[in-house]
Each structure stands twice: as structure tokens, then as C-alpha cells.
């Protein structure tokens, strides 16, 4: 059985906070969500864990995630010296983003496809760790994961996603993975 590994991850701060986009890798991660399809369940992981979190996504026989590439690699290469992007991965917002023409927002996509929204957002994740809530970042990790799998498995069966564009237009994309 293929071992899929979906992701994510919350940082501690905001690219204001560690002076621009360009050194994401000083964020931090908070908290790192995987849902691995051999194992059949959820994994949370905290700061102190990144280094078994790193091993489970090298060890995975496809790791997929929304942002990942540009985002969530990015923060774990605080921790490791190992290019991530060289872990087989999907990360759906490039392969949409290379689709389209544009960029979509996970919420785009699973409130059309699914009429599920996210819980939160990653500002709100960071004032959660400012506040020490762990288990409130951990929870809509959980639910980034779960959003993710979902709208990998829907494309993987129906061949197609929907989304709202900016105008709130329902609109469907092709997809081939």
C-alpha cells in the first residue's frame, strides 16, 4: 500500500515578525499536523518534535499539501540541512496555480466543493501560540489535514475540483493525480 503523507504546519511568527517573506525558515514551526495513509491516522507534532516530523515526510511515498513547497519545507529547513523538495510531493496549489493561471485558497476549493470553510487562519494560529494555546493550533492543524485529504481524494476520484472565484463564481478545474 502507498504511503501518502498530507501536511501541514502553523508557525510561532509571522513573516512581519522575522522581517519578510524571504526568511520564512525564522518562523518556526508551532505545530505540524500529517495524516499518513498507511498508518490510518493523525499525527501532531510540536516544535521539539520537527526532526521525527522531517523523517515521517523522507519517508513517505508521496507527501501532499497545499503550499507546501514554497511554505511548509521552508519552515522545517530551519531544522534541517536536508532539501525537502526533493520528497516527492504534490502540492496542490502549485500544480492548480500551473492549471490556472492563478492562485486558489484552500477554503476556495473546499467551501465549493465541499461547503466545508476552515476554522481559522494562520494569523489567528500565531496569536494562539502567543497565548499558549497549543491544543487550539493543534485542532485546526488537524482540520488543514483533513481539508487537504479531502479535496485530494475528491480530485482523485472525480478527476475535477470546484472552487469560488474572487467574484464568489462556482467554477471546476481538470486534475490529473
Given amino acids: 500500500m502507498k504511503n501518502i503523507v498530507y501536511f501541514d504546519l502553523e508557525t510561532q511568527q509571522s513573516a512581519e515578525e522575522v522581517g519578510g517573506w524571504d526568511k520564512i525558515s525564522a518562523m518556526k514551526m508551532s505545530v505540524g499536523v500529517t495524516y499518513s495513509t498507511a498508518r490510518g491516522d493523525y499525527l501532531i507534532y510540536g516544535e521539539r518534535d520537527a526532526q521525527d516530523l522531517i523523517r515521517e515526510l523522507q519517508r513517505a511515498d508521496l507527501v501532499v499539501g497545499f503550499n507546501i513547497l514554497r511554505f511548509d519545507y521552508?519552515?522545517?529547513h530551519g531544522y534541517?540541512?536536508?532539501?525537502?523538495?526533493?520528497?516527492?510531493?504534490?502540492?496542490?496549489?502549485?500544480?492548480?496555480?500551473?492549471?490556472?493561471?492563478?492562485?486558489?485558497?484552500?477554503?476556495?476549493?473546499?467551501?465549493?466543493?465541499?461547503g466545508l470553510e476552515k476554522t481559522a487562519e494562520g494569523l489567528q494560529a500565531i496569536e494562539w501560540f502567543k497565548q499558549g494555546k497549543m491544543?487550539?493550533?493543534?485542532?485546526?492543524?488537524?482540520?488543514?489535514?483533513?481539508?487537504?485529504?479531502?479535496?485530494?481524494e475528491y480530485g482523485q476520484a472525480q478527476r475535477q475540483l470546484h472552487y469560488n472565484n474572487r467574484f464568489g463564481r462556482k467554477l471546476t478545474v481538470p486534475v490529473t493525480w
Fill in 74 to 76: 521552508e519552515v522545517l
Fill in 80 to 114: 534541517t540541512p536536508m532539501d525537502l523538495t526533493q520528497v516527492p510531493t504534490l502540492d496542490m496549489l502549485v500544480y492548480l496555480s500551473d492549471k490556472l493561471g492563478h492562485r486558489l485558497s484552500l477554503d476556495s476549493i473546499a467551501t465549493a466543493t465541499f
Fill in 135 to 152: 491544543a487550539e493550533i493543534a485542532e485546526y492543524c488537524c482540520f488543514d489535514v483533513k481539508l487537504t485529504k479531502l479535496v485530494h
